[in-house]
């Protein structure tokens, strides 16, 4: 069971900020929600040292259920070059735990007008959880049902820019915990 996800996004070349939090959170995931302007492998290393590190503090042996390679969804934003090795995804839509999520940059679904157009594409995938970036500013929201689809819900999540803040924000990220009854916790953490 993964216990710790980091979600982060808008790096723009300055991963020393990803490498802070990946030190600071040691999580058993990582997702990068685009415009990253950097190589993802870089950023698997850093987050595979930290396992390492965790594991050799940890009394309890095995500190991540996930093992080596860390996983780690990397999201292809709009100031992404296409990295040609498949690693970064225009989106991404996955399972972890008993909870299904959604993954965009967001540009191409219009967040900066609205989530609107996330919020339908994450329940038409069956999505609980639909993550985005590009605005640069942080979001939590829940919506719950539409139309005739009563008991659908969607959580929204940005976790702001971990570099380039906007609107008054600080450089911040996302930590969405899990417990023993795979409920889920998500806290907005500033560096």
Not at 98 to 110: E, M, N, P, T, Y
Request: glycine fraction near 10%; hydrophobic fraction near 35%; proline fraction near 5%.
């Amino acid at each position: 069971m993964i216990k710790k996800i980091l979600i982060v996004s808008d790096s723009h070349g300055r991963s020393q900020n990803i490498k802070t939090a990946i030190d600071r959170e040691q999580p058993d995931m990582l997702i990068h929600l685009g415009d990253i302007e950097d190589d993802p492998e870089k950023i698997r290393r850093w987050l595979d040292a930290a396992y390492l590190k965790k594991r050799e503090h940890s009394n309890e042996g095995d500190a991540s259920p996930s093992g080596l390679p860390v996983p780690a969804v990397f999201i292809k934003g709009n100031c992404d070059r296409s990295d040609g090795s498949g690693v970064l995804k225009n989106a991404a839509v996955f399972e972890v735990n008993s909870h299904r999520f959604l993954a965009v940059h967001g540009h191409k679904q219009g967040v900066s007008y609205g989530v609107e157009n996330l919020m339908y594409t994450a329940m038409e995938n069956d999505c609980d959880i639909a993550l985005y970036g590009h605005t640069h500013m942080p979001f939590d929201e829940s919506f719950e049902g539409y139309g005739d689809m009563p008991g659908t819900g969607v959580r929204i999540l940005n976790p702001g820019s971990i570099t380039l803040p906007r609107g008054g924000n600080r450089k911040s990220y996302m930590v969405l915990t899990f417990d023993e009854e795979d409920e889920y916790d998500v806290l907005l953490k500033t560096l």
